[in-house]
């Protein structure tokens, strides 16, 4: 038997419509490993509602995950409102005192007379430590009454570290109590072939083997597939998603594209430059993402402006004019030229149309060019036609371009 | 008085993380020139559970929003429930059969007995069209016991066009019974200032303002202050932030750090270009994420390696051995030479440790200097340390050297 589990999302900005509340998804991809779906999930507004929010949950749920409210404004009463609920005192913590104290003194801020609120907890409370911001979540085991209680911090960064660290350990204690197995996951990754695509190949194999469950995650180029079963069953569905996709598969972790190709730029010692227009400098900024990243990048250009390709890159401002700055000899005269100038052995480049303007009959928003040069190996030039908001296409561009180094690192073009 | 409000989502694909839930935001944006906010949002399973959730907002709430649970398969019976819950017969709509019948004929596919289920309406619901599938919408009127409910169909194509046509004319007329007065809104932004020391500094004059609301939005590096209330009480609030803030204060609208800077430059017919080291095309992203910005921004440069900085921006050998990458020279002599060979009037360039290799005793990870040249005006440099992940440090960085940029054009530097 699973858990019943209930997400309250507390928190003004999520109920105006301000602020997109991504924390339903990255919870319920969490908890997927354990077995426990979310039953319900809840968004009120700051202040006392929340305290009666947690009170309707009282004898129906069996662990409470509440988020936000736990700041140092005078909207943030999640912490009094626990207390007060469960009539239990709050206490100053002095180790949490001390946390905020050097966290400010770090920072060369002085520390507010409200930060000190923050470390107030409920007794009989856990304290779960916060490593990026100065309120630490708490954890209320539950009782004969009262569900386990989780109050984490609203801010993503500081929230999603937690729970990892903090929830899933004592979720699966609390399972271990009520005799529930967790099973064991592997995941595969793929990219540049849709979800419906993946699942249209893989479902008849993926349905016949025993004793495995599998689901899909879809993120903007990238599909990740989950399988839970056992060691037989995972190493089949693997197999099976290698061969039916090989050139898509990029990875049999939990890695992004950019951390596979720095991966293996590094294992070659070979090295990467970028050239971009619209993508704006994406590519680079993801690539950089990755720690010890600049073993295999040393530099990238963004060339926004035509005066600029052909500065920087030496592309010919005769083919700018002919052809225009979206073209195919102009992709792939700002890879070569990137290649050539940074002595690089592979150069990435990216001309395009993001929108919302600049498009037009011949070559509409979305049109694009991606190149990429090799110090061995020919220059290959791809077309694609993206046609979606600016930011999207700027992400998922710079994703193709990225791509497109891992096929050529893998032989693929 | 305004409406109580509330919205529940219905959908499994919701709880499971799949699919994100953008239906919050976009209904809260909609109803926001109403003066309408949701009180609560729910987000409940397919299944008998939604007659529950309804059931909970009887006395409650004036209004109440379903979405979902309008389609033609077993796990679809919003319908069914509803009628069930408000003691009311349900009838089949001739002219709804009609419109399927037209749809399928349409589309030449056959028209399946499970989508007759979707023409039936319970007693007094009027019928609300939906160009875009086959699933009517059903508004339902409140009673003295009951609230009006709207039931909606679940995909964001078919329910968004809904919001407009339907939903909203319908609370017009329902606060126009009530007598209630919309209320407004205002908002601004800081940046580079803290959640709690802007509360500390604002809360007692804020709280001395009758007639006002205001709640806190922090994001990285950002604070978002939100003001409900009289056209007075928010003149006077957007006052007291600006004369409290008059550096930090950086929009009065909801536009990004990045949209700011690009329309003063736009506005001063001048131009920017940027030379990265640890943010490694972030800045130049986040600026050419903003649509017209081909126009101030014309190139950037990533100089990851030593050896770029030397070549692109013209960095002294000298100066990187004596005083290493990360110092008060090298971040000079980036932005003087990226003004320089870009021809630009001001120039931005970050150089700094990311970590979470890379630092040492004198200059541990988080070091990082902001250098600003201007081809009228005198070049900074600021120093900051910011030890945190490598992300959340590349990001405040990037949005550090924007805003530096920001406070340049307002004259503050």
Not at 185 to 213: I, K, P, T, Y
Request: glycine fraction near 10%; proline fraction near 6%.
């Amino acid at each position: 038997m699973s858990l019943r589990l209930e997400l309250i999302n507390t928190g003004t900005e999520l109920l105006l419509g301000k602020t997109l509340n991504t924390h339903l998804g990255f919870i319920a991809d969490s908890l997927f490993p354990l077995g426990i779906r979310i039953a319900r999930q809840l968004c009120v507004p700051d202040g006392a509602v929340i305290g009666e929010a947690l009170r309707e949950t009282f004898g129906r749920a069996d662990v409470v995950l509440v988020t936000g409210g736990l700041g140092p404004t005078s909207d943030d009463i999640t912490r009094e409102l626990v207390a007060e609920l469960l009539g239990r005192p709050l206490h100053r913590n002095e180790a949490i005192v001390a946390g905020l104290q050097a966290f400010f003194a770090k920072r060369g801020r002085p520390l507010q007379p409200e930060n000190l609120r923050q470390a107030d907890v409920p007794e009989g409370a856990e304290v779960l430590e916060n490593p990026f911001g100065t309120a630490p979540g708490l954890y209320v085991p539950g009782t004969a009454d009262t569900p386990h209680i989780f109050l984490l911090p609203g801010p993503p960064r500081e929230l999603r570290p937690m729970i990892p660290a903090d929830v899933l350990p004592r979720l699966r204690a609390i399972l271990g109590d009520s005799g529930a197995v967790p099973e064991t996951m592997r995941q595969v990754r793929l990219f540049g072939v849709g979800e419906s695509e993946v699942a249209n190949r893989l479902e008849a194999g993926l349905a016949a083997l025993a004793g495995l469950e599998y689901g899909y995650c879809a993120r903007p180029g990238e599909v990740e597939l989950r399988f839970i079963g056992s060691e037989s069953a995972l190493d089949a569905a693997v197999a099976l998603a290698k061969s039916t996709f090989p050139v898509e598969l990029f990875a049999e972790e939990d890695i992004s594209l950019s951390q596979a190709v720095v991966a293996l730029l590094a294992e070659r010692n070979q090295t990467l430059a970028s050239a971009e227009s619209c993508t704006g400098g994406l590519i680079a900024s993801r690539i950089t993402d990755v720690s010890g990243s600049s073993v295999v990048f040393h530099r990238g250009i963004v060339s926004y402006a035509n005066e600029a390709k052909v500065e920087l890159l030496g592309v010919r401002a005769e083919d700018l004019a002919e052809f225009g700055a979206v073209s195919e000899p102009v992709a792939r005269q700002m890879a070569e030229g990137a290649l050539w100038r940074a002595n690089a052995d592979h150069a990435v480049a990216v001309t395009g149309i993001a929108g919302p303007t600049g498009g037009s009959g011949e070559k509409p928003v979305g049109t694009v060019f991606l190149g990429l040069a090799s110090a061995r190996g020919s220059t290959v030039v791809e077309k694609h036609f993206y046609p979606t908001d600016r930011l999207t296409f700027k992400s998922m561009i710079a994703l193709r371009a990225i791509d497109l180094v891992r096929r050529r690192l893998m032989g693929h073009v």
